[in-house]
């Protein structure tokens, strides 16, 4: 996937939350969307995810050479995000289920397979409602890392996860996304040092 963004800019009412944003993102690199609470990177996050239209300017998308339509983006990417709700009358088995019929996991991996990865000892048969959030944010980073996806759009990753849970997010970052579009927006840099492009929101305001 391949997206450039031609004089984006983004108002809601009177106020511009981010103006004249020129930027190319290209697969295979990692990207950090960097700046302060409420400084705009959200929204550029569900700008590039098609979920969002710019109020001024123009957005492209390419996948594999051939331009896609903003309606069809959601079908090349993974995104997770604290303000993403699950199904949580789910049990967590049912949720990859649910989950592969619609974004299917990335070659040799199975519902059984991330199930085990994430280590939740007795927790196959518990609805989502009963997960802490720590849990809940596991979930949505293993649904979304591990889709068979060229965009993965991550917003502030780390959230609600303990040490332990940063280097299993870590671990899977190394592991799944390799030749992807990968895009973090955080402030927080355990989410983002291994990026190999910053882009500073605050830039653009």
């Excluded at 290209?26 to 302060?36: C, L, M, N, V």
């Excluded at 983006?73 to 049990?91: D, F, G, K, N």
Aim: proline share 2%; hydrophobic share 40%.
């Amino acid at each position: 996937m391949k997206i450039e963004l031609q004089k984006v800019g983004k108002r809601y009412k009177s106020e511009w939350i981010i103006k004249k944003v020129d930027l190319v993102f290209e697969q295979g690199h990692q990207y950090a969307i960097t700046g302060p609470n409420g400084s705009g990177k959200s929204t550029l996050l569900k700008i590039l995810s098609g979920h969002l239209t710019p109020s001024k300017g123009k957005i492209f998308f390419e996948q594999e050479g051939k331009s896609v339509v903003v309606d069809q983006v959601y079908q090349h990417l993974s995104y997770a995000a604290p303000y993403i709700e699950m199904i949580e009358e789910l049990t967590l088995w049912e949720a990859l289920q649910f989950h592969i019929r619609f974004k299917s996991f990335q070659q040799g991996l199975t519902a059984d397979k991330l199930y085990q990865r994430l280590n939740f000892r007795k927790a196959k048969n518990k609805p989502i409602r009963a997960f802490s959030s720590g849990m809940k944010q596991r979930l949505k980073l293993l649904l979304a890392i591990c889709s068979d996806s060229s965009l993965l759009l991550l917003d502030e990753p780390t959230t609600n996860l303990d040490t332990e849970g940063v280097e299993w997010y870590r671990g899977l970052i190394d592991e799944f996304t390799q030749d992807r579009l990968l895009i973090i927006a955080s402030n927080v840099d355990v989410d983002f040092d291994f990026c190999d492009t910053k882009v500073d929101i605050l830039a653009y305001k």
